[in-house]
Nanobody
Framework: QVQLVESGGGLAQPGGSLRLSCAAS???????????MTWYRQAPGKEREWVAY????????NYQDSVKGRFTISRDNGANMVYLQMNSLKFEDTAMYYC????????WGQGTQVTVSS
């Protein structure tokens, strides 16, 4: 059973920045570095959508078009962590943000709320 804990959300003004963190933990045999990871978000009344992807080694990343050039996904395999640096925030970035394995999902964490408001 893998557990995911997201943090770092909050209130930001348009144009501002936030850095989200995701801590993954599991059994003694859990090998975080074996898994590609994705950040997702879900805005009120909308379906959950993927935002950013990072390969298991961190050597490849991909982004939803709406966040390209503004968001940066990274990971620290030694610490079992995934990060999402969000710059130039827009109102439409307001959502609950989650991390999870890319592809075959683990159980969802509680997410972290990002609210962009002036």
């Amino acid at each position: 059973q893998v557990q995911l804990v997201e943090s770092g959300g909050g209130l930001a003004q348009p144009g501002g920045s936030l850095r989200l963190s995701c801590a993954a933990s599991g059994s003694e045999f859990f090998s975080f570095s074996s898994f590609a990871m994705t950040w997702y978000r879900q805005a009120p009344g909308k379906e959950r959508e993927w935002v950013a992807y990072i390969s298991s080694s961190g050597g490849y990343t991909n982004y939803q078009d709406s966040v390209k050039g503004r968001f940066t996904i990274s990971r620290d395999n030694g610490a079992n962590m995934v990060y999402l640096q969000m710059n130039s925030l827009k109102f439409e970035d307001t959502a609950m943000y989650y991390c999870n394995r890319a592809g075959a999902l683990w159980s969802w964490g509680q997410g972290t709320q990002v609210t962009v408001s002036s």
